[in-house]
């Protein structure tokens, strides 16, 4: 029998990994690495003695031949450590092992095109919390499809359909911190994001984590109906399978210390644990009976070898090894090798890409309302505060000094409140490298989303600052400004939000984040002039107050406060000793600066957020998660 579809083959892969040492004491200062603890599958116990390697390196998988079959389940089982979650990573091309092929149709692979044509579902659910799950799949067919946006709608219903999401269509997705819908129905959407451009092979890593055994048999059973219906290749690992899910793959790959015990079906495995002399306990099925014997099968094939070597049995027993190795399915039925057809370029425009982004985006703003409500509501009342704390200043000298404190007051209130985004900045970065390492877009138009869909949100919240403010205090009371105070608040605002995109993109938690920008501000602060002059500031640390983000809106308030007012600030005897353009005179400020003040103020922002655009590509481009990159060594 002939079936059209995507074979995959796995030929002598072997995979190792850089480990630290104990002696090393974790290097503390590594505090920017992308270094993340290894993932369970990832802690290989112990290798064989016979098998040596180099200091510091540690061998994951060793000489794996595995084959998938399309219209088929293939499950990867084993126990924690027998590199499960490594192989899935290398069949799916975000991994490049030391030795080995992998083969598409009995071509090698190109994984380039691979990844847009094949979806991985990644063990943790990264979704947007806030968003439903039809705006979820909506937003992800809209980023990898180009096709009318009424078969988008038809395509997204028939998928909601088919993974059983359609009652559950207009509910958040939620997460461990918002209520949303049930685990299981949240890793169904998993499955739907990375199926909706209609993938021939699909692998997922631990589907089943963390859910109950009754949602675990419904995803099971639903990646059955999508083999059997849609022709695709499925492989996917799995830890603990019960009975009902074990009767549903149609072939068995058994892992263990990173070597191949077993290949092929569930009744093969039965059969050479059988012949080992393994009988199977009632109540236990045989995946679970076959990982919990894995010692014995070891102690078993260690005699065995005693034995070769002794010459006892040289010529007519084999190991137990060999056993397995031949217990691979023999399946006359041939596979119709399809062609993978991939585009070669994004499925959308770079304009095109931005407006979805930016749409996207938008509606995770406007929903999070530690971001938007409470933010909101800090700059009213911030606003209305300072006015009335600061309420109708004098016009004299006295009056003068109090206004430079309330701008410098105000500079470090609106930069060092924007720390609350750091964790929508980080969340939204786990996102953007899972989907730009798919091909669903590109960093750049992400970049430039980002920096578009904060505008506006940036405006009301220094409108609602800058109107109390403004005339409770009594500043220059001009029209023009008014508005060019504004100008400046709403320049700090942005500003300060490039700035935590800039260092979101460069941390790896909340933690660390929030005390590099709280030393990062201090620092401009300090430098900034009004503490310490400039022409006080030690000349090998000038150069901090030329790049400080409060020494240009500062000169800024000041010479829109005072430049070109004729207000006396001191008399002497009734004459007029000191003006506004004086203060500003012996500064070094002058009307030509207000404008130039305001564009090194955008030139910043454009400074930081080609920063966190070139860090983010080189995080995309160098691995696209960042756990693999971390742990992946090349001997």
């Known amino acids: 029998m002939k079936k059209q579809g995507s ?78 979650s490594s192989l899935l990573e290398i069949l799916a091309g975000k991994v490049t092992p030391q030795n080995g092929s992998v083969f598409v149709n009995h071509k090698p692979v190109d994984k380039a095109s691979f990844k847009k044509v094949s979806g991985y579902v990644t063990q943790k659910d990264t979704l947007f919390p806030l968003l439903t799950v039809e705006e979820t799949l909506m937003f992800s067919a809209k980023l990898r499809l180009r096709i009318p946006q009424p078969q988008l709608r038809s395509r997204v219903e028939a998928l909601m359909g088919e993974l059983g999401l359609t009652q559950v269509a207009g509910a958040r997705v939620g997460d461990d911190r918002l209520r949303g819908i049930s685990g299981g129905e949240r890793r169904r959407v998993s499955i ?37 219906i849609r022709g695709r290749t499925i492989i996917l690992s799995i830890h603990q399978p019960g009975f009902r899910i074990v009767k549903l793959f149609n072939s068995i790959l058994l892992l263990a210390n990173g070597s191949v015990l077993h290949h092929g079906t569930v009744d093969h495995l039965a ?4 012949l080992m002399g393994l009988e199977l306990p009632l109540h236990v099925n045989i995946v679970e009976f076959a990982i919990d014997s894995i010692e014995a099968i070891h102690e078993q094939e260690n005699l065995q070898r005693e034995l070769i070597d002794n010459d006892c049995i040289k010529r007519s027993k084999r190991t137990l090894q060999q056993l397995f190795q031949q217990s691979k399915v023999i399946d006359h039925e041939e596979t119709v090798a399809k062609s993978l057809h991939s585009p070669l370029d994004f499925a959308n425009s770079r304009l095109r890409e931005t407006i979805i982004l930016t749409h996207r985006f938008s509606k995770n703003i406007f929903r999070t309302r530690e971001l938007f409500a409470c933010r909101t509501i800090q700059m009213l009342v911030s606003g209305l505060v300072l006015g009335s704390i600061f309420y109708d200043l004098k016009g004299d000298l006295t009056g003068a000094e109090e206004r430079v404190g309330l701008f410098a007051f ?62 409770l205090v009594g500043l220059n009371p001009t029209f023009m400004a008014f508005c060019h105070f504004l100008l400046l608040i709403w320049l700090i605002l942005y500003t300060a939000n490039s700035v935590v995109v800039c260092i979101s993109a460069l941390v790896p938690n909340f933690i660390i984040g929030n005390s590099v920008i709280a030393g990062v501000m201090g620092s401009f602060f300090l430098f900034s002039g009004y503490f310490i002059s400039k022409k006080n500031i030690p000349s090998y640390w000038i150069f901090m107050h030329y790049i400080s983000l409060f020494k240009y809106p500062f000169e800024g308030f000041l010479i829109n406060e005072f430049s070109k007012s004729d207000q006396c600030l001191e008399y002497f005897f009734g004459k007029c000793m000191v ?22 103020m955008v030139g910043f922002v454009l400074v930081y957020r080609f920063i966190s655009y070139v860090i983010l590509r080189c995080r995309c481009s160098q691995r696209r998660f960042s756990f693999i990159t971390a742990r992946s060594f090349l001997v």
């Open 579 to 600: 003006t506004g353009e004086d203060v500003l005179r012996d500064e070094g400020y002058g009307e030509e600066s207000r404008w130039r003040n305001v564009a090194v």
């Open 271 to 274: 059969l050479n644990l059988n």
């Open 410 to 471: 105000t500079l470090t209130f609106l930069l060092s409140c924007t720390t609350e985004a750091l964790p929508i900045f980080l969340q939204e970065r786990e996102i953007l490298m899972k989907e730009t390492s798919c091909g669903s877009y590109r960093v750049s138009s992400y970049a430039i989303a980002n920096g578009l869909v904060y505008l506006p949100f940036l405006l009301i919240l220094a409108i609602l600052f800058t109107t109390p403010l403004y005339w």
């Open 192 to 228: 739907g994001v990375d199926v909706i451009h209609d993938p021939e092979v699909l692998i997922l890593d631990e589907p089943t984590s963390g859910l109950d055994s009754t949602s675990a048999l419904q995803i099971i059973d639903m990646l059955k109906t999508m083999a059997e």
């Open 7 to 84: 074979e995959i083959e796995a030929v002598g892969i072997s995979y190792n990994i850089k480990i630290h040492q104990t002696r090393d004491l974790g290097c503390p200062f590594k505090i920017f690495s992308t270094q993340n603890h290894p993932e369970p599958d990832q802690k290989v116990p112990k290798l064989e003695e016979d098998e040596p390697c180099s200091p510091g390196v540690r061998r994951v998988l060793k000489n794996v031949n595995c084959l998938a079959k399309p219209w088929e389940i293939l499950a990867i089982v084993g126990p924690s450590g027998a590199g499960k």
